[in-house]
């Protein structure tokens, strides 16, 4: 059989496209009160007898402790895996692991600053004309119709905002598309739907296919640890990279439009068929990363993770060596490897 047939026989009878059965969206969670409505109803309940206020002061002192003890264990946690991932009400950036993600995020932080002031300016002057222009302060209104004074400021006010954020804007814009030394590891990145292609060209090639994890291979997998290795962000096979490395992707697609996007790395570009687009990044963090395609591509685009696994340069060399051979032995043998150093690291904090 040629590689193509088995490949479009793969594809064709691969399980990630049984996804209501396979991915549990026909399972019901469980959904608990909102923080708000909860801490409502706390208060109430305390304040109906002194009792009841002591016990709350009890549970609160303990659930004081027991969040300040998670905090801990999810700090040292993430200093020994370095990486970060979705969380739920999530509002900010994930923790960068790049220093090109680190200026997107105070590209956000100084641009928000604007947003702040202006949003309370507006919203002064709209206060300031209600009150102060009311018919019943002004039964004759005034016919004024143009003010130099006023028509300069809100002509260059906006000019000089928009100049003040245009410039690193720019400035951020040159800075993704350059890169500031020599890639040393090329990744070409396929996208189809709904899964990934990997191919590392190096002397050896390599090539293998990322899909999303189903949750009956967990188990096989060695991923039950849905802490780390999230549903519906899990995927079967990572793209694994070294860290503190320049690293080109070069992305395309086979179908459809895809996108390549990891909020970690500030990385983000789309995949076109008959087309090759470049990015780059340099992971500064070994850890886990993940990722989505972030371009509407069909009834599975939800399901279309990406992965990262950003290890040491002799790791990496170890595994990619192996994984010319066995690959799924050599992830296992990784990521072994790797839990094995997070329980030494969390042990010694």
């Known amino acids: 059989m040629s590689a193509c047939a088995q490949k479009c026989r793969t594809v064709s009878s691969a399980p990630f496209l049984r996804r209501e059965k396979e991915y549990g969206l026909n399972l019901l969670e469980t959904v608990g009160i909102p923080v708000p409505a909860l801490f409502v109803i706390l208060v109430g309940a305390a304040a109906r007898n002194w009792e009841t206020k002591r016990a709350m002061r009890n549970f609160l002192a303990n659930a004081k402790f027991l969040a300040s003890a998670g905090a801990a264990i999810a700090f040292f946690a993430s200093t020994s895996a370095h990486a970060d991932q979705p969380v739920n009400w999530e509002t900010g950036f994930q923790a960068p692991a790049t220093d090109m993600m680190r200026q997107i995020e105070w590209f956000g932080n100084y641009t928000f600053v604007y947003i702040v002031i202006i949003t309370l300016l507006v919203l002064f002057l709209l206060a300031y004309c209600i009150v102060r222009f009311r018919a019943s302060a002004n039964p004759v209104p005034s016919k004024t119709s143009h003010n130099t004074l006023i028509e300069v400021i809100w002509t260059v006010g906006p000019v000089v905002v928009l100049l ?43 090539t293998f296919n990322s899909a999303i994890l189903q949750d009956g291979d967990r188990a096989k997998a060695g991923k039950e640890d849905r802490k780390v290795y999230p549903r519906l962000l899990a995927v079967d096979n990572e793209l694994v990279v070294p860290v503190n490395t320049m690293t080109r992707v070069l992305v395309t697609a086979t179908d459809v439009i895809h996108s390549f996007a990891m909020p970690s790395f500030g990385i983000k570009i789309d995949a076109v068929p008959g087309r090759t687009n470049e990015t780059w990044f340099k992971a500064e963090k070994e850890g886990l990363y993940y990722g989505q395609c972030s371009q509407l591509c069909g009834k599975d685009h939800a399901f ?45 904090n």
Do not use: H
Not at 171 to 180: G, N, R, S
């Open 164 to 206: 003040l954020i245009a410039i690193p804007s720019f400035q951020l814009l040159t800075a993704q598309y350059t890169p500031p030394e020599e890639a040393k590891l090329t990744v070409k990145a396929t996208g189809n739907q709904w899964n990934w292609d990997y191919e590392y060209q190096t002397d050896n090639t390599l």
């Open 304 to 348: 279309m993770p990406i992965a990262i696994r950003v290890v040491s340069d002799a790791q990496f060399k170890t595994w990619l060596a192996a994984a010319k051979t066995d690959l799924p032995g050599a992830n296992k043998t990784l990521m072994a490897e790797v839990d094995g150093q997070n329980k030494v690291a969390a042990a010694g």
